[in-house]
């Protein structure tokens, strides 16, 4: 019988393309994971994008641009602590992922930034961006947007008022 040998063999090339996650998406070197938002309050002109950035090559990455029809201006952004506050800034030459290295950009740390916000992000919907890689490329990614409560930490306000 040659059909259930071949099945078999394409249910386990497609189990070791898959990897870990459903979710994740692989391109190049790189594995991107849990791409997600919280929910914005109504009339808001920002909100923030997390993702799960994951480099197995043997050389750096870099994050160099984010883009999304829902943001007139996506940017790239890096918390800093100037004199005991927390400010954000966009990062000029994109964000680097070092070799072998998961860089998780995440609340309070590196994030994207939807500015200029078109509409307001609403728990359970998904929008699709693309994050730009200086290697592998540009990789579209699907963003699931959360509660607005979502990954809240305490001591963090402001951090999304620019
Ligand atoms: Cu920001």
Redesign the pocket.
Known sequence: MRLPTLLLSLSFALSAVSGASANDIAKGDLVISAPWSRATPAGAQVA?GYVVITNKGLSAERLVSFSTDLAGQP?V?EMTNEGGVMK?RPLAKGLVIPAGATVKLEPGGY?L?LLKLKKPLTAGQRYKATLVFEKAGAVEVEFEVRAMGAGQQKSHGGH?NH
Do not use: S
């Open positions: 923030g940017e952004h954000m994030h930034m999304h």
